[in-house]
């Protein structure tokens, strides 16, 4: 998978794609919770397979850290590490840009997945768009 920081609206377009189509047609979670505020200023993240959009992510840089949001793996696509990948990919542009933590609301179900990449959960947990999710970070090196 070839990850790109999004730098014209096409790169954007393929993101919110992958976007609307695990979260909001896979997990039914509202457009307008879905595309917010954020999108405007976060920095984002696709993953190709060839010319096919199959991953998608979203940066927030926030106060002293780097808020890891949005990441989604086409169904068909997932089983691949691309979600390690396009996480990696998130992290090593925050220590590029001088962070040292990362944070994320995990969806409950996937909060193994990020335990095994190195996050730690620090909150209880709590409803996000009708998912249960928990909070979690991690101290980048």
Same mark, same amino acid.
């Given at each position: #998978?070839?990850?790109?920081?999004? $730098?014209?609206?096409?790169?954007?377009? $393929?993101?919110?794609?992958?976007?609307?189509?695990?979260?909001?047609?896979?997990?039914?979670?509202?457009?307008?919770i879905e595309l917010d505020?954020?999108?405007?200023?976060?920095?984002?993240?696709? /993953?190709?397979? =060839? $010319?096919?959009?199959?991953?998608?992510?979203?940066?927030?840089?926030v106060d002293d850290y =780097?808020?890891?949001?949005?990441?989604?793996?086409?169904?068909?696509?997932? =089983?691949?590490?691309? =979600?390690?990948?396009?996480?990696?990919?998130?992290?090593?542009?925050?220590?590029?840009? /001088?962070?040292?933590?990362?944070?994320?609301?995990?969806?409950?179900?996937?909060? $193994?997945?990020?335990?095994?990449? /190195?996050?730690?959960?620090?909150s209880g947990e709590f #409803?996000?768009? /009708?998912?249960?999710?928990?909070? #979690?970070?991690?101290?980048?090196?």
């Open positions: #998978m070839n990850i790109i920081k999004v $730098d014209h609206d096409k790169q954007l377009e $393929d993101a919110y794609s992958v976007r609307q189509t695990v979260f909001i047609k896979e997990q039914n979670v509202p457009p307008d505020e954020h999108d405007q200023t976060a920095v984002h993240f696709v /993953g190709y397979n =060839g $010319d096919q959009p199959i991953a998608a992510s979203r940066l927030r840089l =780097g808020k890891l949001e949005r990441i989604c793996v086409l169904k068909e696509e997932r =089983g691949k590490q691309y =979600g390690v990948q396009i996480i990696h990919h998130m992290e090593s542009y925050l220590s590029e840009q /001088g962070f040292k933590k990362s944070k994320l609301n995990a969806q409950k179900h996937a909060e $193994d997945f990020y335990k095994k990449i /190195g996050y730690k959960t620090i #409803m996000d768009a /009708g998912i249960p999710h928990v909070t #979690m970070v991690k101290e980048l090196s």
